[in-house]
């Protein structure tokens, strides 16, 4: 009996100082969260960016054609489409870069007051998109694709193939920028800059949106070399972070 209350006792008195060391535990954690709680933090951000000239382009192409019936309409656009697509391999465009983006065939009415709609035939529209990686062919693959039969250019639109080197410099440019803001508000405040607590880094390069180039209208055969002019695109990094301050 007294061996079963001694080890009472013992378990009793393990218990009581795995609960005091608890306590403790919980007693130095305290402070550390309240002391982050009271620090002086500073929230910025801040961009970085850089200018790239594109090297490749996109540009979609098509075909428009009418005849009373659907059938007639869809074989003289197949007609057509064949030569345009034969004429953008010819003019160095690799088939991998040519994919059809748009197949319709729509009835055509005429519409008189107080009268049903009438009937007058079909038209039919395919379309193409494009790559072109030698921006210096870019206005002679237009030129080629409108006299091989061609009716609609659609928009243009410049990108970059590998824009990473140019994304390191925006971001170099981004966190210098950020340095140089942090300092200059801790200075202004009486503090100065402890320590980084976070960062995140959004933005990058983004493809242009397609510019109108001749949007969709029905286009002449083309016998002087069309100039395209490229310029230079946008890469933009975009960084936030929060600073630590202390005086």
Request: hydrophobic share 45%.
């Given at each position: 009996?007294?061996?079963?209350?001694?080890a009472?006792?013992?378990g009793?008195?393990?218990?009581?100082?795995?609960?005091?060391?608890?306590?403790?535990?919980?007693?130095q954690?305290?402070?550390?969260?309240?002391?982050?709680?009271?620090?002086?933090?500073?929230?910025?951000?801040?961009?970085?960016?850089?200018?790239?000239?594109?090297?490749m382009?996109?540009?979609?192409l098509?075909?428009?054609?009418?005849?009373?019936?659907?059938?007639?309409?869809?074989?003289?656009n197949?007609?057509?489409?064949?030569g345009?697509?034969?004429?953008?391999?010819?003019?160095?465009?690799?088939?991998?870069?040519?994919?059809?983006?748009?197949?319709?065939?729509?009835?055509?009415?005429?519409?008189?007051?107080?009268?049903?709609?009438?009937?007058?035939?079909?038209?039919?529209?395919?379309?193409?998109?494009?790559?072109?990686?030698?921006?210096?062919?870019?206005?002679?693959?237009?030129?080629?694709?409108?006299n091989?039969?061609?009716?609609?250019?659609g928009?243009?639109?410049?990108?970059?193939?590998?824009?990473?080197?140019?994304?390191?410099?925006?971001?170099?440019?981004?966190?210098?920028a950020?340095?140089?803001?942090?300092?200059?508000?801790?200075?202004?405040?009486?503090?100065r800059?402890?320590?980084?607590?976070s960062?995140?880094?959004?933005?990058?390069?983004?493809?242009?949106?397609?510019?109108?180039?001749?949007?969709?209208?029905?286009?002449?055969?083309?016998?002087?070399?069309?100039?395209?002019?490229?310029?230079?695109?946008?890469?933009?990094?975009?960084?936030?972070?929060?600073?630590?301050?202390?005086?």
């Amino acid at each position: 009996m007294k061996n079963l209350f001694r080890a009472a006792a013992v378990g009793a008195l393990i218990l009581a100082g795995a609960t005091g060391a608890g306590g403790v535990a919980m007693a130095q954690t305290a402070p550390a969260a309240d002391a982050a709680f009271r620090a002086t933090t500073l929230n910025l951000s801040a961009y970085g960016e850089t200018r790239q000239a594109p090297d490749m382009a996109t540009i979609t192409l098509g075909v428009t054609t009418e005849a009373p019936s659907a059938s007639e309409a869809m074989r003289l656009n197949a007609e057509r489409m064949t030569g345009v697509i034969a004429s953008l391999k010819k003019a160095g465009i690799d088939p991998r870069d040519i994919q059809t983006s748009g197949l319709n065939l729509n009835p055509q009415y005429v519409y008189v007051e107080n009268q049903p709609p009438k009937l007058t035939g079909y038209q039919a529209a395919n379309t193409v998109t494009i790559v072109v990686r030698d921006l210096k062919r870019l206005g002679n693959v237009v030129d080629a694709s409108v006299n091989s039969g061609a009716t609609n250019v659609g928009g243009i639109s410049f990108g970059i193939e590998d824009s990473s080197a140019s994304e390191d410099k925006a971001r170099l440019e981004a966190v210098k920028a950020l340095q140089a803001k942090a300092n200059l508000y801790a200075r202004s405040l009486g503090y100065r800059v402890a320590r980084l607590v976070s960062f995140s880094e959004s933005g990058g390069y983004a493809p242009q949106p397609p510019v109108v180039y001749a949007s969709f209208a029905r286009a002449e055969k083309m016998d002087a070399g069309t100039p395209v002019e490229a310029g230079q695109l946008k890469v933009r990094i975009d960084v936030s972070a929060t600073f630590e301050l202390v005086q």
